[in-house]
C-alpha cells in the first residue's frame, strides 16, 4: 500500500529566498540614438523625429531610435528593390553562405543579444538567453541550408522569389521574430524592410550591426523603426510584393484590407486564446509545470499561449491546489535576474490593457486567485493570476489578455472538451495532457488549430511550421511551409 | 628545413601509424600507412561505438558539426591545394569539397522532410514513416579526385547520423589521410569517421565481409571489385550502394540511400 506523504503546514508555507544573480550589462554599449538602417548604413530620418526606448523593469530611458516616415519607407523599399536585381541573381549557394554566416554572427554575439533583448522588452533573461537568442539563430541556420536547395524544396515548380518583403514584428519576442521573418525570405531571394515593434527596436538594431559586420550586401535588409503609421506606410507601398505582418488580430484585419486588391502576397500570425486540455488520467506534476510554462513563459506575452485551462471536472480540486501552491514559488521580478521566472510587463498601455481585462473577469463574476510576491517598485509589473469559476461567455475566456492570467473552465466528456477548445474565433494552438496516445491523436484531429502540443507547450523549432486557423491568420512559419510563404511556384 | 609530417591513419579519433608498422609510397616521397586487416577490425569497432551517440545527436546538432567541418576545411584551402598538385583545377576541387560539406550541413535537418511521409492509412491509426541511418557505413573512395571524391561520399553518409570507416585513394591518400585532421577539429565525435590507406585488393574483402559494418558505398570500386563486395556483402545483407556516373553530384538520395526507412503505427481514438 502506498503511503501517501503529506508536506507539513511549515513547508508549503515556507517562502525560498533567492540571492540576487544578475546577469552582468556592462559588456553592452548602447548607443544614445539610433538612425535608420537603410540600404547598408545608417541614415538620419527624414521625419527627423526620434521616439525614446524605455526599459519597463525600471522606467528608465534606454536609448532614443528614429521614427521612419512615408519618405524613409520610400527610401528603404527602393533600396530594397534595387538590392533585390543583384540578392535575387546570386547563387542559392552564394545566399546561404551570407545566411549561415549571420547565423554563426547571431551565435557568436549571443550574450549580448541575451542582454539587449531582456533590457528593452522586460523577459526573463534565462528566456533570451536559453529560448530566443538560440532559436534565432538556428533559424537562419535552417533557411541557410535551403537558400542552395530550393529546387528539391519545390520539385517541378521553378521557385522564384517574390521582390521586397514588408515585415512588420510584435514586441513579444522582438529577434525571434526578425529572425522567423527575415531568414525565410533571403534564403528565398527576396529582399526585405523590417520594422521592429515601437517598445522594442534595439535587438533590431543590432541585427542591423551584424548584417555589416557579415557584410551582406547593402539593402538585402533594412530596419526601419517607428509606430504603427510607419508600418502601414510601409504594408501600403506599392513595390512591396509580400507582407508578413505577426500582431493581433485587429491589425491583422486592417492590413488584410489595405492590401485587398494589389495583388501583393498576405501572410498573418495573429492573436489566440489556446485551450489546454488536462485529462484526469494526465501525470499531474508534469501538466502543473506545462500549464505554468504554456501562461506564464514571457509574462503571458505570447500568441499561442494556454490562457484557457480545460480541465477534466473530476480533477479540478487537486489540480488547482497544485497549481496554486507551485505559483507561489515562481519569482517575479528583475528580468536580469537569472532566478527570474516572470519579468516585466512590456509597457505600459499592455499592462493597463491586462487590469482592464482582469478588473472585467472580477465584474463578470470569476473568483481570481494571485499569489503572495513582492514586485519591484519602478517598472511595469502583474502578478501570475488565476481565475476559476469562469463562464464561457466572460469577456476573460474569449479575448486575448496577453498577459499572465490564466482563466480556467471545466469539462466531463472528451467531446464536451473538443466543443469548448474550438469555441473562440482563434485557431493558433492547443495543448493536451493525458497519458493515452490515442486519445492525444484523436483530439489532435479535432483541434482547429494550427499547433497542437501533448503533453508539452510552447515549444518552437526552425523545422516546425507554425501559424493559425480562422482568424489567428494564415501562412505558416518555419520548416518547408515557411519557405513556400516567400517564393512563387509554377 | 623543413619539419615534415609523418602521415598517419585516423581511427577512433586519434592518429596512429598502421599496427602492421608498414609503409609505402603512393604519392612522393612520403611513407604512407599501409593499413591491415586489424587496423580494418579495429576502426569498424569504433565506429560501431560512436554510432549511438552520433546518430541520437539532433539533426540541428550533426549541421552544426558539418558545418564546422566547412569551416576548418576552408581555413586550409591553401594545404590542400598543394597537395592535390597545386593550380586552379586543384583550387576548384577543394572549393568544392568544402561547397559539399556546406550543403550536406543544411540537409541534416531536412531528410525528414523531404523524404518522410504521413501515410493515410484506412482506418483509426495515425501512421508516418521516416528514414534513419542505417549504421556503420564503409565508403570505398573513388581514386581520383583524391578529395573531392570522398568528401562527396562521406558528407552525406554522416548527414544522414551514420558512422563511417573510408578507404582513402590507394593512388593519392594524402588528401584523405589530412582530411582526417580537419575532421578531427570539427567537433565530430572520436569514431564517427575513420580513414584507412593501404592496398585496396588487400583491404576490401574484409570491409565488404565484416559483420558489423552495415552498408557500403563501393563509388570507388573497378567493375570487378563491385562483384567481389556484393557477394562477400550477402553475409549480413550489406546494403552496397553502387554509385554510377553521377557519383559526384550533390543529392539529397546520397544520404537517402544509407539510410532505413521506418514505419510507426499508432491507434487514434478517446
Known sequence: MAIAKRPSTEMRERRFEYAAAPEATDHLKIADSYSLFIGGRFVEPHSRRRFATVNPATGQTLSEVAEADDADVDRAVTAAADAFRSWSRLSGAKRARHIFRLSRLMQERARELAVLETMDGGKPIKESRDVDVPLAAAHFFYYAGWADKLEWAFPNRRPRPLGVAGQVIPWNFPLLMLAWKIAPALAAGNTVVLKPAETTPLSALAFADICQQADLPPGVVNILTGAGSTGASLVGHPDVRKVAFTGSTEVGKEIQRATAGSGKHLTLELGGKAANIVFEDAPLDQAIEGIVNGIYFNQGHVCCAGSRLLVQESILEPLLAKLKSRLGTLRVGDPLDKNTDVGAINSRAQLEKIEGLVNSGIEEGAEIYQPACDLPERGYWFRPTIFTNVAQSYRIAREEIFGPVLSVLTFRTPDEAVEKANNTPYGLSAGVWTDKGSRILWLAERMRAGVVWANTFNRFDPTSPFGGYKESGFGREGGLHGLAAYVELD | ?270
Open chain 2, 1 to 270: 628545413m623543413d619539419v615534415r609530417k609523418t602521415y598517419k591513419l585516423f581511427a577512433a579519433g586519434e592518429f596512429v601509424r598502421s599496427e602492421s608498422g608498414r609503409t609505402y609510397q603512393p604519392d612522393g616521397p612520403h611513407n604512407v600507412p599501409r593499413g591491415s586487416r586489424k587496423d580494418l577490425r579495429d576502426m569498424v569497432k569504433a565506429a560501431r561505438g560512436a554510432f549511438p551517440g552520433w546518430s541520437r545527436r539532433t539533426a540541428m546538432n550533426r549541421g552544426q558539426v558539418l558545418y564546422r567541418a566547412a569551416e576548418m576545411l576552408d581555413g586550409r584551402r591553401a594545404e590542400f591545394r598543394d597537395l592535390l598538385g597545386g593550380g586552379r583545377p586543384a583550387g576548384g576541387q577543394v572549393d568544392a569539397a568544402v561547397e559539399t560539406w556546406v550543403w550536406y550541413a543544411g540537409w541534416t535537418d531536412k531528410l525528414h522532410q523531404f523524404a518522410g511521409t504521413v501515410n493515410p492509412v484506412a482506418g483509426p491509426y495515425f501512421n508516418f514513416t521516416l528514414p534513419e541511418p542505417t549504421g556503420v557505413v564503409g565508403v570505398v573512395a573513388p581514386e581520383e579526385p583524391a578529395l573531392l571524391g570522398l568528401v562527396r561520399r562521406l558528407a552525406p553518409a554522416l548527414c544522414g547520423g551514420n558512422t563511417v570507416v573510408a578507404l582513402a585513394s590507394e593512388r593519392a591518400p594524402l588528401a584523405a589521410l589530412t582530411l582526417g585532421e580537419v575532421l578531427a577539429t570539427s567537433d565530430l565525435p572520436p569514431g564517427v569517421v575513420n580513414v584507412l590507406s593501404g592496398k585496396r585488393q588487400e583491404l576490401l574483402p574484409w570491409l565488404a565481409a565484416h559483420m558489423d559494418v552495415n552498408a557500403i558505398d563501393a563509388a570507388g570500386c573497378t567493375a570487378a571489385q563491385l562483384a567481389q563486395v556484393q557477394e562477400a556483402a550477402a553475409g549480413n545483407l550489406k546494403r552496397v550502394v553502387q554509385s554510377g556516373p553521377g557519383a559526384e553530384a550533390l543529392s539529397p538520395h546520397a544520404a537517402l540511400d544509407l539510410m532505413e526507412f521506418k514505419t510507426v503505427w499508432h491507434p487514434i481514438g478517446v
